[in-house]
């Protein structure tokens, strides 16, 4: 994965934050940065249209200091992802992302997603062209089988006709995708977890990379998969409580542990508010938005996160809100 930062004598994908529409932005990538130094980071999932006929160069733009950091497109032409491929290659993307996992009842031209599931020896071609133009890793995403088909060897027969195309890397959320009758959000809840089918398949594909997904919450659930397989992706729960990531780098890279509080990510955040304004206007609300797990469970923490999404407050600077967010009614600071 090009020279970037890494952890010595660990996968890139041991652990990683994933990618989340609407939500891991660039913003929220600098946010998770902040707390730890060696996990992935995924964009949110990009399409392949978004890139070839919008502004590329704004899609695109992350800050250097997120590396690692993969881009996840979505589409299901391999020479539209091949073009895609080559634009996050040039723009310094450490990895590429086939996004197979997402569902979707779109099946035309431009599908993407979990439906693609349907479709081994396309996504096969996909990730050929894309493996054929680019150097950095091309990897896919994907559930453990789609609707009522829970056999494990539609999982095994996806991952190896994909694998005979290049892809070294598989990040498996280990739950069906049913692709009628379930919103995005109940898919993500409703069909069940079963871990078992990626622990197979990494025993049974010992030569490939797996990454599990799905329903994972804390480092204890983190280090049992990690005994399986060889990577875990994190969703909601490291946007919701981002806190949690600050011991990843001391206890899963064996990083010397950091003295990191609340309040130094939150005055890092405030002067990369007042560089992304000066940068290209970006509202300092835009960045914000993200942080306001960032003292979940700790006293004052409501008050804290009404000052910081309080819109009435936006023409003020950032420094200016964070002192207010800081400061209670009776001007006693919050406690760390």
């Known amino acids: 994965m090009n020279d970037k930062p890494s952890s ?3 996968s890139p994908w041991r652990l990683s934050v ?17 707390l730890t130094r060696h996990t992935l980071l995924y964009t949110e999932m990009l399409t392949t249209g978004a890139l070839i006929h ?10 250097e200091e997120e590396h690692l950091v993969a881009l996840q497109l979505g589409g299901s032409e391999p020479a539209d992802l091949a073009r895609c491929a080559v634009l996050g290659e040039q723009r310094g993307y450490d990895e590429i992302n086939l996004n197979c996992g997402c569902p979707s009842e779109r099946v035309l031209r431009g599908a ?4 693609l599931m349907n479709e081994a020896p396309l ?33 095994a027969d996806f991952v190896g006709t994909v694998a005979e195309a290049g892809c070294k890397v598989f990040i498996v959320h280990a739950r069906n995708a049913w692709l009628k009758g379930l919103s995005p959000k109940e898919n993500r809840e409703i069909p069940p977890l079963r871990y078992d089918i990626v622990y197979r398949l990494k025993r049974e594909f010992p030569h490939l990379t797996f990454s599990i997904n799905g329903g994972i919450k804390t480092n204890a659930e983190i280090a049992e998969h990690l005994r399986h397989v060889d990577g875990v992706m994190i969703g909601r729960e490291a946007y919701h409580h981002p806190w949690l990531m600050v011991d990843w780098d001391a206890e899963f890279y064996g990083d010397t542990p950091r003295e990191l509080t609340r309040e130094a990510v939150e005055e890092a955040m405030v002067a990369y508010m ?32 009404q000052v910081w999404s309080d819109h009435h407050l936006k023409p003020e ?7 207010r967010a800081n400061t209670r009614p009776d001007h006693e600071t919050l406690a760390a």
């Open 8 to 10: 010595p004598g660990h």
């Open 18 to 34: 994933a990618p989340m529409m609407g939500w891991t932005d660039r913003h929220c990538r600098y946010l998770h940065r902040q």
């Open 54 to 63: 919008g502004n590329a160069a704004q899609h695109l733009r992350f800050n």
């Open 112 to 115: 993407f997603g979990a439906c």
């Open 123 to 155: 996504v096969a071609d996909c990730v050929k062209a894309m493996v054929d133009v680019v150097d950095i890793p091309v990897t896919v995403k994907h559930r453990i089988g789609i609707d009522k088909i829970e056999s494990y060897d539609f999982a």
């Open 274 to 305: 007042e560089r992304a304004h000066g940068e290209d206007g970006v509202g300092w609300y835009s960045v914000a938005s993200h942080m306001l797990g960032l003292r979940n469970g700790l006293k004052g923490a409501r008050r804290w996160r």
């Open 317 to 323: 600077p950032p420094r200016a809100v964070w002192q």
